[in-house]
Protein backbone atom coordinates (compact mmCIF):
# COMPACT_ATOMS: atom_id res chain seq x y z
CA UNK A 1 0.00 0.00 0.00
CA UNK A 2 1.01 3.70 -0.87
CA UNK A 3 1.72 5.75 1.93
CA UNK A 4 -0.59 8.49 0.20
CA UNK A 5 -3.17 7.79 -2.07
CA UNK A 6 -4.91 10.06 -4.63
CA UNK A 7 -6.88 9.25 -7.54
CA UNK A 8 -5.34 9.98 -10.92
CA UNK A 9 -8.62 11.12 -12.91
CA UNK A 10 -9.13 12.23 -15.13
CA UNK A 11 -11.99 14.68 -13.54
CA UNK A 12 -13.84 16.85 -16.18
CA UNK A 13 -15.69 19.28 -14.80
CA UNK A 14 -17.09 22.91 -16.74
CA UNK A 15 -16.28 26.52 -16.11
CA UNK A 16 -17.46 27.72 -13.06
CA UNK A 17 -17.59 25.05 -10.66
CA UNK A 18 -16.53 23.93 -7.54
CA UNK A 19 -13.67 20.84 -7.72
CA UNK A 20 -12.62 19.29 -5.14
CA UNK A 21 -9.69 17.08 -5.05
CA UNK A 22 -8.40 14.58 -2.34
CA UNK A 23 -5.64 12.19 -0.73
CA UNK A 24 -5.59 10.13 1.68
CA UNK A 25 -2.45 8.57 3.83
CA UNK A 26 -1.35 6.41 6.12
CA UNK A 27 1.47 7.97 7.92
CA UNK A 28 -0.01 9.42 10.89
CA UNK A 29 3.45 11.45 11.32
CA UNK A 30 2.64 13.71 8.49
CA UNK A 31 2.52 17.11 9.50
CA UNK A 32 3.07 19.46 6.49
CA UNK A 33 0.73 18.96 3.37
CA UNK A 34 1.22 21.30 0.19
CA UNK A 35 -0.52 21.14 -3.20
CA UNK A 36 1.48 21.39 -6.13
CA UNK A 37 -0.13 22.20 -9.66
CA UNK A 38 1.86 20.53 -12.44
CA UNK A 39 1.34 21.70 -16.38
CA UNK A 40 1.98 19.32 -19.14
CA UNK A 41 5.85 19.19 -18.88
CA UNK A 42 6.60 21.48 -16.86
CA UNK A 43 7.82 21.22 -12.75
CA UNK A 44 5.54 21.40 -10.29
CA UNK A 45 4.51 24.94 -8.80
CA UNK A 46 3.41 25.06 -4.69
CA UNK A 47 0.00 25.88 -4.37
CA UNK A 48 -1.00 25.97 -0.99
CA UNK A 49 1.12 24.80 2.31
CA UNK A 50 -1.01 23.99 5.50
CA UNK A 51 0.74 23.06 9.04
CA UNK A 52 -1.17 19.80 10.93
CA UNK A 53 -5.46 20.10 11.02
CA UNK A 54 -7.31 23.20 9.82
CA UNK A 55 -8.35 25.37 6.49
CA UNK A 56 -6.31 27.35 4.69
CA UNK A 57 -7.73 30.09 2.17
CA UNK A 58 -6.06 31.64 -0.74
CA UNK A 59 -7.76 33.51 -3.37
CA UNK A 60 -10.10 30.63 -5.13
CA UNK A 61 -8.22 27.92 -3.31
CA UNK A 62 -8.89 26.34 0.00
CA UNK A 63 -7.05 23.63 1.05
CA UNK A 64 -8.58 21.26 3.96
CA UNK A 65 -6.37 18.93 6.47
CA UNK A 66 -8.29 16.71 8.91
CA UNK A 67 -5.64 13.97 10.34
CA UNK A 68 -8.07 12.18 12.48
CA UNK A 69 -9.34 10.60 8.90
CA UNK A 70 -5.83 11.13 7.55
CA UNK A 71 -7.44 12.81 4.75
CA UNK A 72 -7.05 16.16 2.68
CA UNK A 73 -8.41 18.45 0.39
CA UNK A 74 -7.85 21.03 -2.28
CA UNK A 75 -11.09 23.19 -3.37
CA UNK A 76 -10.80 25.48 -6.40
CA UNK A 77 -13.72 27.80 -6.75
CA UNK A 78 -14.86 29.24 -9.88
CA UNK A 79 -12.81 26.90 -11.67
CA UNK A 80 -11.18 28.18 -15.00
CA UNK A 81 -10.21 26.59 -18.36
CA UNK A 82 -5.97 27.50 -16.91
CA UNK A 83 -6.80 25.62 -13.76
CA UNK A 84 -6.73 22.27 -16.08
CA UNK A 85 -3.59 20.69 -14.82
CA UNK A 86 -2.40 17.86 -12.40
CA UNK A 87 -2.51 18.28 -9.16
CA UNK A 88 -0.16 16.81 -6.81
CA UNK A 89 -0.53 16.03 -3.05
CA UNK A 90 2.71 16.64 -0.72
CA UNK A 91 3.11 15.20 2.47
CA UNK A 92 6.31 15.48 5.00
CA UNK A 93 6.93 14.41 8.62
CA UNK A 94 9.25 15.51 11.20
CA UNK A 95 11.32 12.83 10.88
CA UNK A 96 12.29 12.42 7.04
CA UNK A 97 13.88 15.46 5.41
CA UNK A 98 11.73 15.08 2.51
CA UNK A 99 8.36 15.38 0.56
CA UNK A 100 6.00 12.03 0.13
CA UNK A 101 3.92 12.57 -2.86
CA UNK A 102 0.70 11.57 -4.51
CA UNK A 103 0.44 10.43 -7.63
CA UNK A 104 -1.58 13.05 -9.16
CA UNK A 105 -4.83 14.14 -10.12
CA UNK A 106 -5.64 14.96 -13.67
CA UNK A 107 -8.09 17.83 -14.29
CA UNK A 108 -9.84 18.97 -17.23
CA UNK A 109 -11.75 22.75 -16.60
CA UNK A 110 -14.19 22.64 -20.58
CA UNK A 111 -15.05 26.14 -21.23
CA UNK B 1 15.32 36.82 -11.77
CA UNK B 2 15.20 33.96 -8.66
CA UNK B 3 14.54 30.65 -9.58
CA UNK B 4 15.50 26.91 -10.51
CA UNK B 5 17.44 25.98 -13.72
CA UNK B 6 17.82 22.78 -14.94
CA UNK B 7 19.76 22.29 -17.97
CA UNK B 8 19.06 20.57 -20.95
CA UNK B 9 15.43 20.38 -21.27
CA UNK B 10 16.20 17.32 -23.44
CA UNK B 11 18.85 14.55 -22.97
CA UNK B 12 19.12 11.51 -25.64
CA UNK B 13 21.32 8.73 -24.16
CA UNK B 14 22.71 5.71 -25.07
CA UNK B 15 22.46 2.56 -23.13
CA UNK B 16 25.54 2.12 -21.60
CA UNK B 17 26.44 5.97 -21.11
CA UNK B 18 26.51 7.95 -18.33
CA UNK B 19 24.76 11.07 -18.19
CA UNK B 20 24.85 14.24 -15.73
CA UNK B 21 21.94 16.93 -15.36
CA UNK B 22 22.47 20.28 -14.09
CA UNK B 23 20.44 22.19 -11.70
CA UNK B 24 21.73 25.45 -10.30
CA UNK B 25 19.74 27.81 -8.19
CA UNK B 26 20.09 31.58 -6.72
CA UNK B 27 17.71 31.71 -4.47
CA UNK B 28 19.88 30.95 -1.53
CA UNK B 29 18.46 27.74 -0.32
CA UNK B 30 20.64 25.25 1.71
CA UNK B 31 18.35 22.25 0.49
CA UNK B 32 18.43 20.88 -2.55
CA UNK B 33 16.55 17.61 -4.33
CA UNK B 34 16.42 15.61 -6.88
CA UNK B 35 12.84 13.57 -8.16
CA UNK B 36 12.05 11.15 -10.88
CA UNK B 37 8.80 11.39 -12.60
CA UNK B 38 7.29 8.40 -14.70
CA UNK B 39 4.10 8.86 -16.36
CA UNK B 40 0.72 8.40 -14.23
CA UNK B 41 3.23 8.42 -11.13
CA UNK B 42 4.31 11.17 -8.79
CA UNK B 43 7.34 12.24 -7.87
CA UNK B 44 10.33 9.74 -6.17
CA UNK B 45 12.95 11.00 -4.26
CA UNK B 46 16.34 10.19 -5.60
CA UNK B 47 19.01 12.11 -3.36
CA UNK B 48 18.65 15.04 -1.65
CA UNK B 49 21.25 17.58 0.13
CA UNK B 50 20.42 20.02 3.58
CA UNK B 51 24.25 21.53 2.88
CA UNK B 52 27.22 21.93 1.11
CA UNK B 53 29.53 18.70 1.04
CA UNK B 54 26.61 16.69 2.07
CA UNK B 55 23.77 14.26 0.69
CA UNK B 56 21.31 11.48 1.40
CA UNK B 57 20.11 8.61 -0.51
CA UNK B 58 16.07 8.80 -0.76
CA UNK B 59 14.22 6.19 -2.20
CA UNK B 60 15.27 5.37 -5.57
CA UNK B 61 19.28 6.11 -5.14
CA UNK B 62 20.41 2.67 -7.24
CA UNK B 63 22.27 4.20 -10.40
CA UNK B 64 22.56 7.81 -9.54
CA UNK B 65 25.09 9.69 -8.10
CA UNK B 66 25.09 13.68 -6.88
CA UNK B 67 27.41 15.96 -5.69
CA UNK B 68 26.95 19.43 -4.20
CA UNK B 69 30.38 21.80 -4.01
CA UNK B 70 28.39 24.60 -4.22
CA UNK B 71 25.53 26.03 -2.89
CA UNK B 72 23.90 26.40 -5.91
CA UNK B 73 24.37 23.50 -7.43
CA UNK B 74 23.15 19.93 -7.31
CA UNK B 75 24.28 17.85 -10.16
CA UNK B 76 22.78 14.56 -10.68
CA UNK B 77 24.75 11.90 -12.83
CA UNK B 78 22.50 9.17 -14.22
CA UNK B 79 24.73 5.89 -14.86
CA UNK B 80 24.78 3.16 -16.98
CA UNK B 81 23.78 0.83 -13.60
CA UNK B 82 20.47 2.41 -13.81
CA UNK B 83 18.37 0.12 -15.23
CA UNK B 84 15.55 2.09 -16.73
CA UNK B 85 16.31 6.06 -16.69
CA UNK B 86 14.05 7.23 -19.28
CA UNK B 87 11.95 9.78 -17.10
CA UNK B 88 11.34 13.26 -16.21
CA UNK B 89 13.88 14.63 -14.02
CA UNK B 90 12.94 17.42 -11.29
CA UNK B 91 15.60 19.03 -8.93
CA UNK B 92 13.87 21.09 -6.24
CA UNK B 93 15.09 23.40 -3.62
CA UNK B 94 13.98 24.73 -0.29
CA UNK B 95 15.55 27.15 2.49
CA UNK B 96 16.21 24.35 4.84
CA UNK B 97 15.26 20.44 5.05
CA UNK B 98 14.02 20.64 8.77
CA UNK B 99 10.68 20.70 9.59
CA UNK B 100 10.56 24.63 8.74
CA UNK B 101 11.10 26.22 5.90
CA UNK B 102 10.74 23.18 3.72
CA UNK B 103 8.42 24.56 1.16
CA UNK B 104 10.13 22.81 -2.27
CA UNK B 105 10.47 24.67 -4.79
CA UNK B 106 10.88 23.00 -8.59
CA UNK B 107 12.52 23.36 -11.33
CA UNK B 108 11.49 22.98 -15.23
CA UNK B 109 12.44 19.75 -15.52
CA UNK B 110 15.16 17.34 -17.70
CA UNK B 111 13.24 15.29 -19.89
CA UNK B 112 15.69 11.95 -20.39
CA UNK B 113 15.13 9.71 -23.05
CA UNK B 114 17.74 6.26 -23.97
CA UNK B 115 17.79 5.25 -27.06
Not at chain 1, 15 to 20: K, L, R, W, Y
Not at chain 2, 10 to 20: A, I, S
Not at chain 2, 24 to 37: F, I, K, S, T
Request: with cysteine; proline share 5%; charged share 20%.
Amino acid sequence: QKEVEQDPGPLSVPEGAIVSLNCTYSNSAFQYFMWYRQYSRKGPELLMYTYSSGNKEDGRFTAQVDKSSKYISLFIRDSQPSDSATYLCAMMDTGRRALTFGSGTRLQVQP
Amino acid sequence: DGGITQSPKYLFRKEGQNVTLSCEQNLNHDAMYWYRQDPGQGLRLIYYSQIVNDFQKGDIAEGYSVSREKKESFPLTVTSAQKNPTAFYLCASSVAAGVRNNEQFFGPGTRLTVL
